[in-house]
């Protein structure tokens, strides 16, 4: 097995030699649902409140959300 990283969304799969490839699975084992706070810092860079959630600092990190 290898595990690399990369861009925070899913990518493709690709198959070689009859074994799958799995491209950017990262975000899918990570579970950054289950993390309560970030460092005050990242809060700060993306002008959010301290109380915003770690799901929407990343989709704002992303360019997935605004930070209003």
Do not use: W
């Not at 290898?2 to 579970?31: C, M, T």
């Amino acid at each position: 097995m290898f595990i690399g990283h990369g861009a925070h969304v899913l990518r493709g799969i690709e198959i070689y030699r009859d074994k799958p490839i799995f491209y950017s699975l990262g975000n899918f084992i990570a579970q950054n649902e289950t993390i309560k706070h970030l460092p005050s810092d990242i809060y700060e860079k993306l002008k959010l409140p301290r109380d915003a959630t770690p799901d929407r600092c990343l989709r704002c990190k992303m360019g997935n959300a605004t930070t209003n």
